[in-house]
Structure formats: C-alpha cells, structure tokens
C-alpha cells in the first residue's frame, strides 16, 4: 500500500477491501458506511461493551492495556496533585498571615521561581542529582523486578521508591497556587466582617478556618478541580522522562507507532478524567460555598 501510494498509484478494489477489513478489525469502525455512523457504533461499542478497538502495535485490545496501565497514572498523580495542593494553601495562608515578613518574603520568591520553571526541567535536574549521580531512587520502572507483587513490604518500598522522582515533580507542578491564594487570604483579612468577628472575641482559629480559609478558597476551587486534567495531561511528559510505564508513556508510544486506536482510547481516558474534575468541581461547590445551594433566597451567608 505504502508503495503504491509512493508511485501515485491507487489500490485496487480487492486491495481497498482489505484494507477496510483491517481498518474494521482493529477499530471497529466501518469504512463503508457515513463517519456519523462510524462515530455513532464506536462511542455504543464503548459505553455497552467498553470495547476501544484493538492496539494495532501491541496486537492487544485497547481496553486491557488502558486498565493495566491507569491505576499507576492515579497513583503518581493523585499524590502529586494532593500534596501539591495542600502544601500550596498551608504555605499560601501562612504567608498571609505573616505578610511582609521573612518567611513571606522568601516564600514568594519560591513560589514565582516556582511558576517560571517548567515541571519537565525539574523532573530532569532530580533525575539526574537523586537517581543518576546520587543513586537514591530508581531511573525507570515501576516497581522493583525482583519483589513478589502484593502486600508485602519489599514490594511496597519498591514502589514507593519508583514513585517517588515522578509524584515530586507532579507535586511542583501543582505548587503555583499558594501565591493565588495568598493573595485572597489577604483580601479576606481586610473585609469588615472579619473585624467584626474579632470584635465578638471569636478564636482566631475559627476566623482563620471558618471565615478567611473558606472564603479565600473559593476563587481557586475550581482550578484546583481542573488542575486534575492538567496533572494527568502533564503525566505524557513525565512518565515518559522516568521511564514509568503508566498512561502517559503508553500514549507517548501510541503516538510515536501510530497506534491510533490505543491513541483514540488514551484521548477517550483523559477527557474522561477532565469532564470528571469539572463534575465533581460542581457538585461539591456548595459545600465551599453554601450560598450557591439556595441560590438567590440564600445570598448571604
């Protein structure tokens, strides 16, 4: 085929036969028939049958390798983001409370450093200072080869010790929020009402918590919730840099083969996951926010 194509020649109908045939066996999706109808059978094939199509590199339904390879994605980056987050708004709501100091001050220049330095670069500089020149954490894999998969402990430092390079960079690149939520923690501080709830000899760890915390986190709520795509989209990279076989290094070498059904069931996977952060983003906003439940009886709170 590729030859003909080169020599500007078009296949015969036979040839084109199969080929359809083989476009047909491995995606499941029939040439012969309008793309709304092609589209329409593999989207039911999905849903009903979770059926992606068949790895045209690997030779190994789509399904099987994504379900293989996606539990690992969710390890390193789940930790990643959640460690990233949550330090980002200790450090973010201590430097608020201590602004113009020393801490608040270096904290700052951290955190701007931070931003301005691509995840990539970092996971590079720590494979190269903690697994190449200091020897401290593995430069690839995912567990260690010779321990027995299970719950046993040997096993459980290996995994940990493989994880650890790729959920520090996802961790870094969930980092930038603590200058975002300084900022509002700052804006909370100055509003009347917390005076108000100072001049009723109310703790300080209550205003903290219940009036500026919670008030300060609902302009970053939904960017944390969608920082769970950009963590998953960002594991492409990553993955591929540790050499962690997961959902980014499967993807990198779907596209690398030109395996497009194992691409197609990747893409499938992180729009999944995106649509899913903005669900759960919106359903939980009224927690953050209880104002948003009585909608506009309930503007005050």
């Known amino acids: 085929m590729k030859q003909l194509i080169e020599q500007g020649q078009s296949p015969s109908a036979a040839q084109m036969q199969t080929i359809n045939s083989m476009v047909k066996t491995y995606t499941g999706i029939d040439p012969s028939v309008p793309w709304y109808v092609s589209y329409y059978e ?49 450090f973010g709501a201590v430097m608020a409370y201590n602004e113009g100091s020393k801490f608040d001050a270096v904290m700052t220049i ?8 691509p995840y990539y670069v970092v996971a590079i500089l ?28 040997p096993f459980i430092v290996g995994v940990v010790k493989h994880a650890a390079l790729p959920v520090f960079s996802a961790f870094i690149a969930s980092f930038g929020g603590a200058l975002a939520f300084r900022g509002n923690c700052i804006r909370e501080m100055g509003e009347g009402y917390i005076r108000v709830a100072r001049l009723r000899g109310i703790s300080q760890g209550r205003i903290a918590i219940r009036y500026v915390g919670r008030n300060a986190l609902l302009p970053v709520y939904t960017n944390i919730m969608m920082g769970i795509a950009s963590v998953f989209g960002s594991s ?18 779907a596209l690398m083969n030109r395996d497009y059904p194992l691409i197609m069931g990747s893409f499938i996977f992180f729009t999944i ?7 759960v983003a919106d359903l939980t906003y009224g927690i953050i926010d209880p104002r948003v439940k009585g909608g506009k009886e309930r503007e005050t709170y």
């Open 42 to 90: 593999y989207l039911k094939n999905i849903v009903l049958y979770q059926d992606f199509g068949r790895s045209i590199f690997k030779n190994k339904p789509v399904f099987d390798i994504l379900f293989r390879a996606m539990p690992w994605s969710v390890f390193i980056s789940i930790y990643g983001l959640a460690l990233g987050t949550t330090v980002s708004l200790l």
């Open 110 to 117: 951290v955190s701007i450093g931070n931003s301005t330095v």
């Open 126 to 153: 720590t494979l190269i200072v903690f697994s190449f020149n200091l020897g401290w954490f593995p430069s690839g894999g995912r567990m260690n080869p010779s321990t027995t998969p299970g719950l046993n402990l």
């Open 236 to 253: 492409i990279i990553l993955e591929t840099i540790f050499n962690y076989p997961a959902m980014g290094m499967v993807t990198f070498n």
């Open 273 to 279: 996951i995106t649509l899913l952060g903005i669900l």
